[in-house]
T-cell receptor, first 116, second 115 residues
Framework: QQQVKQSPQSLIVQKGGISIINCAYENTAFDYFPWYQQFPGKGPALLIAIRPDVSEKKEGRFTISFNKSAKQFSLHIMDSQPGDSATYFC???????????????FGKGTKLSVKP | DVKVTQSSRYLVKRTGEKVFLECVQD?????MFWYRQDPGLGLRLIYFSYDVKMKEKGDIPEGYSVSREKKERFSLILESASTNQTSMYLC??????????????FGPGTRLTVL
């Protein structure tokens, strides 16, 4: 129930194409769903996040789509660029109180390569 | 700008050595975390801390311990390093988890090799 399942493990996209990464969760108590981006040699950094009261959030070329009934959320990268090549992690956490329920549960990551 | 620094980028140790990984954050965050990152396994939580002198086990605490004597510093200790602890270690910090902003800020990582 604490897992977040992420797919695909790796993704190759042509420049200008759309990159789509999917995540699924089981725990209905989760109420915060961020995506992290990690470049080689760097730590992950928050890219975009969504709460389950909205179905979509867009920031520039990056969009999170959220389907509460299916317990799924996805990251869409429009007009993908070689500079987007990185590893992407979805995550989830739950409860507005302290304790381990507030920790982030990460997916296993997707390595995205955008070909020029 | 939040900054999380880790004492070493690369570290090579021998089996059986005691290893200390240090992490410092400068944003007065209550929460600090240690993860290890391995290919295909993502980020796995080793230990976390909500406050000074407090610590909680994560998903894979075996073989590790932690110390948090000051709010800004969180240390990961490998009591007797083994080859299966060769990995990338990432430290992170965040505001109190009950707040809306649960963003975790990560350090650059320490790549540890145990020979």
């Amino acid at each position: 129930q604490q897992q977040v399942k992420q797919s695909p493990q790796s993704l190759i996209v042509q420049k200008g194409g759309i990159s789509i990464i999917n995540c699924a969760y089981e725990n209905t108590a989760f109420d915060y769903f961020p995506w992290y981006q990690q470049f080689p040699g760097k730590g992950p950094a928050l890219l975009i996040a969504i709460r389950p009261d909205v179905s979509e959030k867009k920031e520039g070329r990056f969009t999170i789509s959220f389907n509460k009934s299916a317990k799924q959320f996805s990251l869409h990268i429009m007009d993908s660029q070689p500079g987007d090549s990185a590893t992407y992690f979805c995550a989830a956490s739950g409860a507005e109180r302290g304790g381990s329920q507030g920790n982030l549960i990460f997916g296993k990551g997707t390595k995205l390569s955008v070909k020029p | 700008d939040v900054k999380v620094t880790q004492s070493s980028r690369y570290l090579v140790k021998r089996t059986g050595e005691k290893v200390f990984l240090e992490c410092v954050q400068d944003m007065d965050h209550e929460n600090m975390f240690w993860y290890r990152q391995d290919p295909g396994l993502g980020l796995r939580l080793i230990y976390f801390s909500y406050d000074v002198k407090m610590k909680e086990k994560g998903d894979i605490p075996e073989g590790y311990s932690v110390s948090r004597e000051k709010k800004e510093r969180f240390s990961l200790i490998l009591e007797s390093a083994s080859t299966n602890q060769t990995s990338m270690y990432l430290c992170a910090s965040s505001l109190w988890i009950a707040s809306y902003r649960r963003e975790q800020f990560f350090g650059p990582g320490t790549r540890l090799t145990v020979l």
